[in-house]
């Protein structure tokens, strides 16, 4: 099964979702993002990791780890539709174009192909969060994921940097593309748009990036410096282990001081802006582990906190927010210790800044556990299909805390 | 006979300045159109006729599309809908406008692009270097344009910027695979064009519709 197919698939159902009769069969938009992982499951594997730092050549395939988040991003966002109280049935669209986006720049060498696709994934998006709700936050998306869009297709032409590893291409290559990742990633200081779109529109909505797209960029820009980069890599590595501590800081205190319905977004943000920082910065093998382990539990709990704290399922949210909370053996304890240890390696700078984001996520996880809610009245077993849901996905993640490198391994080959 | 390089960098900086400034539901056609003739010359000099052609096709296909998204964006039913040209955001009280804050931006462009132009050689055959202003110059205003973008339109003309701009840097890179890359690079200007054409058109039809129900 080639990319172009899976990327057909994806566009092609969510389309043909976007048309569906409103409400009431509008929860079948998680077939758009099932039918995309399971295509991704049986797709033809490439040997070698694609990079997007090559010449024009064909969508080369997709590798093991390529392969493995994107089929765990596809159940993952088929979770989130799932478990959405109210579903407009037009968001797949946007999930359709954007998973298709994330396949095919996943499984793409080229920078022309991967920075035009994401574009293509960045412009969906914002277009409908404009369109849901005009004004300056979400033109801000369009603004800032858009110039980052842009950053990476002008750095296409100067690639690959064969021959030219020295001097000022390949740095303001590097620039070109720190830019690229931290307004996708939504890292400051390119991460205001994400910070206010978290408060503007409903959590659905946000989830085709968080979910599909966000993972897929990580992943990718973890690749880059091992790539010739040439002079360009101490740029690449530095400015991002920079901004990435500086983010996840930041986002740590606004996760705390925050409002609760921006919470789980805040974490999220500034779990990726460590991954970011650890990944881009610090390069020693736990970093890229715990990374994937942090991804891996924020795919499981996502379904779950990206919906509104409202009375249902609030035990199963309770130990989501538990999961994420860094306490031993939960998943994100053992993400956060390998990307701790691996900044270690670096500077004891490094380190305060991680321990100082780490330990407010937990407190704002602990705040988010412990906010009461009126107990939901007992219903037939017909209407509890989203509790069943909610405790597999609460199960799933003490899994990931148990065996992390398994789980990871199991997910992602490595 | 040589390349004149200050002609070259002339027809490019003006047609990146028109579309700095040009506003209104026809302006992601003027800004292809303009860009693509402005980029002709450098298109021709480094990627021959086809060089020429890719960019021609794409500014004339980008008018065909806006124009296209338009017709069909008026013929269909109505629903509630974006308006590409309405701000999304209340302009605050300022001393200078949007167009003269592009203005100045566009100013801002030319040290940046003359320093891209003469510090990074672009090309993998051999590297050309002092060439690169033109489209340096209006890939940095579209980003600009991007970043100061008030509406759909900005963003979709920012876009068309872009694309046409890197469109013609990979036929100045060279190579096999220029062609390709510049094709893949200039596709984005009629996308663009189309979805702005088309979001223009809806929205005409709820005007007309609005008019009528007055009337």
Known sequence: MSPFVIAAVWVGLGFVAAALPRQRYARLVAIVPLAGAVLTLIAARSMSPAVPLGGLSAITGLDRAGQGLLVATGISMAFVVALQPAIDASIGRAIGVVGAAATLAMASGDPLVTAVVLTAAAGTLALRWIAQAPGRVTLAAGRVAGSGTAALIAASPFLPLTGFTTGVRPVVVAALLVAGVASLLAVYPFGGWAAGLLGSVRPLEVAPWLVLLVPVVLLLAERIPGSVLGDGVPLFEHVLLVIGLGSAAWGGYWAVRGSARARYGRIFMADVALCVAAVGGARVSPAVSGALIILLTHLTVAPLLLRAGDAELAWPRRVAWALLSGIPPSPSFWGRFLILEALAAGNIGSTVAAVFAMTAIFIATVIAASTRTVAAPRRRWQTRVPEVAAWLLVAVGIAIGLAPQSASGFVFGS | ?215
């Open chain 2, 1 to 215: 006979m040589g390349v004149s390089a200050p002609l070259l960098a002339a027809a490019g900086v003006v047609a990146a300045a028109v579309a700095m400034m040009v506003d209104g539901r026809r302006a992601v056609a003027i800004t292809a159109l303009f860009l693509a003739v402005g980029m002709a010359p450098t298109a021709a000099t480094f990627g021959g006729a086809p060089g020429v052609a890719v960019l021609g096709v794409s500014g004339f296909g980008a008018v065909a599309f806006a124009w296209a998204g338009w017709a069909a964006g008026r013929r269909l039913p109505w629903v509630a809908g974006l308006d590409p040209s309405i701000p999304a955001l209340a302009p605050s009280g300022q001393l200078f406008g949007p167009r003269s804050i592009r203005a100045f931006g566009a100013a801002v462009a030319v040290p940046i692009a003359s320093w891209v132009s003469f510090n990074v050689p672009v090309g993998q055959v051999a590297a050309v270097q002092g060439l690169l202003f033109p489209t340096a110059y209006a890939w940095t205003c579209g980003v600009i344009r991007l970043l100061l973008a008030r509406n759909v339109e900005d963003l979709a003309v920012g876009v068309t910027m872009v694309s046409l701009s890197t469109g013609t840097a990979w036929l100045l890179r060279s190579g096999t695979d220029s062609l390709a890359g510049a094709v893949l690079a200039c596709a984005l200007a009629p996308i663009a064009a189309l979805i702005a054409g088309w979001l223009a058109g809806r929205s005409s039809r709820r005007r007309i519709a609005a008019i009528e129900a007055d009337a």
